[in-house]
Nanobody, 125 residues
């Protein structure tokens, strides 16, 4: 089992920055990658970013490329969010997978085994 706890969310003005953290505990050595997803009110949960431990490859949704950066290790993963927009408002959830895939599959929600509770990010215009 892997437990995930997110923190760092809050209210920020458009153009501002936030850094989210995801603290992992338990059998973290068994994870192959971790990712961030987000869910806005009334919408489906969407992929944001992922990092694969083997090789350190990172993956981003087109909507956040150039603005968000994922980093960290098996114990803590960060999501640095710059140039925030009102459309970034959502609950951000951290996820971990214990299965090795080729990179593309880490953008898929159903490839993750463990999920945190989420942290709210609100961007005002």
């Amino acid at each position: 089992q892997v437990q995930l706890v997110e923190s760092g969310g809050g209210l920020v003005q458009a153009g501002g920055s936030l850094r989210l953290s995801c603290a992992a505990s338990g059998r973290t050595f068994s994870t192959f990658a971790m990712g961030w997803f987000r869910q806005a009110p009334g919408k489906e949960r969407d992929f944001v970013a992922a990092i694969r431990w083997s090789g350190g490859s990172t993956y981003y949704a087109d909507s956040v490329k150039g603005r968000f950066t994922i980093s960290g290790d098996k114990n803590t993963v960060y999501l640095q969010m710059n140039s925030l927009k009102p459309e970034d408002t959502a609950v951000y959830v951290c996820a971990a997978t214990i299965t090795y895939y080729s990179g593309f599959y880490y953008t898929k929600e159903d490839r993750y085994n463990y999920w945190g509770q989420g942290t709210q990010v609100t961007v005002s215009s």
